[in-house]
Nanobody, 129 residues
Framework: QVQLTESGGGLVQPGGSLRLSCVAS??????????MAWFRQAPGKEREFVAA????????VYGDSVKGRFTISRDNAKNTVYLQMNSLRPEDTAIYYC????????????????????WGQGTQVTVSS
């Protein structure tokens, strides 16, 4: 069983920045081999893909609405994946979830939530003046 713990959410003004963190733990989980992703869900809306990284961190994938503003990164030594969010907009307001899969998701499926086995509890991000 994998435990994913998100942190870093909060209230920020439009145009501001936040950095989310997700720490993974679990005795059967090898973080450095896992695909890691961020999704979000706003009230009354479907879950939306934000960003994902395969084990190497090379060539990450982003949802269209966050390209150029958000950056996913990972520190395999710390079992942690980050989401740097810049130029935040009110429409970025949502609960942000970290997701993990210990296998080798093909690049074209990184944005598919059904590919991920484990999910965190989420962290609230609110963008408002």
């Amino acid at each position: 069983q994998v435990q994913l713990t998100e942190s870093g959410g909060g209230l920020v003004q439009p145009g501001g920045s936040l950095r989310l963190s997700c720490v993974a733990s679990g005795h059967t989980f090898t973080f450095r081999r896992a695909a890691m992703a961020w999704f979000r869900q706003a009230p009354g809306k479907e879950r939306e893909f934000v960003a994902a990284s395969r084990w190497s961190g090379y060539n990450p994938v982003y949802g269209d609405s966050v390209k150029g503003r958000f950056t996913i990164s990972r520190d395999n030594a710390k079992n942690t994946v980050y989401l740097q969010m810049n130029s935040l907009r009110p429409e970025d307001t949502a609960i942000y979830y970290c997701a993990a899969d210990p296998g080798n998701i093909i690049h074209g499926q990184l944005g598919n939530p059904q590919q991920y086995d484990d999910w965190g509890q989420g962290t609230q991000v609110t963008v408002s003046s």
